[in-house]
């Protein structure tokens, strides 16, 4: 008996996070916002929401707006981004161009992809070291530059390197000095910060990139799926009462799921925090 008690006391910090899994509790704040689009929080668990118009929301850790920026030319983002220390970044492939804005929405960038070795960007991604990524759909090539000189360091034509010629690229960002892109028909392709491939997620139907621990997130159907980027293994993290839930973001305390023009805000629960 007191081996069995022993065995309990030793192994119930593994089991307990995966008992509680599947329940996120209730939504700490519901955002409803017209036209919502993208959804980005940053190292202050602030939440960041684009309209398709472009107009991007800042709201507080518990869903109260705080303030709007709305831009001159309206075009909808293709990517956005606040996870970054001190900026906020964003892109639109309708105008080609993209914007970099301080803390409070207050614009410090907002430069046109109008070099000539950049003539149809379709994706783009802040990285580190001063670098844009973008993903340039005319010569189908990943290529990076250097935005405070506004020029191209280097270029990686893809189409014979992963053996397609029809690459519809959803998204790009980095993640721990990777690349990741997003192809939803065909899975997750990951670079290293010089543009090599390293190797294919063979995951589909991502709609957006979300990162935890070292793990892919996202929502298939009712489900929160995971993948490690560790072990390459796929496991089912939560059964999700939300209808119509498209994808997630995660802060360093908040959890956000899309639906509609709908976010539900979440604090990160502690079984999902304990996981590894």
């Known amino acids: 008996m007191r081996t069995f008690a022993l065995l309990v006391l030793i192994f119930f910090p593994f089991l307990a996070p995966g008992q509680d899994a599947g329940k996120l509790g209730n939504p700490l704040a519901e955002i409803t916002l017209d036209n919502l689009d993208l959804i980005s929080f940053d190292t202050k668990d602030q939440l960041f929401a684009s309209t398709i118009a472009g107009d991007i929301y800042l709201y507080s850790q518990n ?11 309206q075009g909808r983002l293709a990517q956005l981004e606040a996870s970054w220390t ?48 973008v993903w340039d759909e005319s010569d189908l090539s990943l290529k990076s530059m250097d935005y405070l000189r506004n020029v191209v360091i280097q270029s990686q034509p893809l189409n014979l390197i992963v053996n397609s010629e029809d690459l519809n690229v959803s998204e790009i960002r980095e993640f721990k000095n990777r690349l990741f892109m997003n192809v939803p028909e065909s899975g997750v ?17 991502i709609k957006k990139l979300c990162y935890y621990n070292e793990h892919l997130l996202w929502i298939d159907g009712q489900k929160l799926m995971a993948l490690s980027l560790t072990t390459n293994e796929t496991s089912t993290l939560a059964q999700l009462a939300i209808p119509n839930a498209s994808y997630l973001q995660i802060g360093q305390e ?13 604090v990160t629960p502690d079984w999902l925090k304990a996981w590894r």
Do not use: C, H
Not at 254 to 266: A, C, N, Q, T
């Open 189 to 205: 392709y990951i670079f290293d910060n010089q543009g090599n491939l390293m190797r294919k997620i063979d995951v589909t139907g």
């Open 63 to 73: 869903g109260k707006q705080i303030n709007v920026f709305s831009p001159a030319r």
């Open 86 to 133: 001190v900026t906020i970044f964003s892109f639109s492939a309708d105008l080609q161009e993209y914007r970099i804005l301080d803390r409070f929405l207050n614009p410090l960038a907002e430069e046109g992809f109008n070099l000539a070795e950049i003539n149809l960007a379709k994706a783009a991604t802040m990285g580190n070291n001063n670098v844009v990524w």
């Open 254 to 266: 908040r959890l956000g799921i899309v639906s509609g023009d709908k976010v539900s805000l979440f």
